[in-house]
């Protein structure tokens, strides 16, 4: 995942924390919510809507709930091999959006039966391995 992105970015950190940088995270705001989703699961959605959606219809591939970005900082923090992990909170130019809280309704996807099956738990300690074997 690139690392501009928040996702991204948490992974990237707490593997060169594990490599021997400062245990400390830099961020922004934590306080905004967002619709978080597993590559994986977001996968399945796009197979299941291919197979069985309505041509032509529109369908929000989403977890359809609103995690707090200091909930992923938690998961990050838990998972990572170095604690502890200090998060710095610092003032950002041109923050990203004013929105504070963003989630999707996947009821018309789910009503193709899909769900999804990834925690996010699981789906950041994949993330991590990976980011772990490519560094």
Known sequence: MDARLLCGTLAKQVVEIERGKAPIVTLRDL??????????DCAAALW????????????????????????????????????????K??????????????WLSNTKLRGLG???????????????DSERARA
């Open 31 to 40: 306080t905004s919510k967002r619709d978080f989703i597993s590559a994986r």
């Open 48 to 87: 299941q809507i291919s197979g069985h959606g309505n041509c032509g219809e529109i369908y929000n591939v989403a977890s359809g709930t609103s995690t707090s970005i200091a909930e992923i900082v938690e998961i990050y923090r838990s998972l990572s091999r170095v604690s502890p992990i200090e998060v």
């Open 89 to 102: 909170v610092v003032a950002g130019e041109g923050e990203r959006s004013a929105v504070p809280e963003q």
């Open 114 to 128: 899909w769900a999804p099956r990834q925690t996010l738990r699981d789906s950041i300690s994949n993330q991590l």
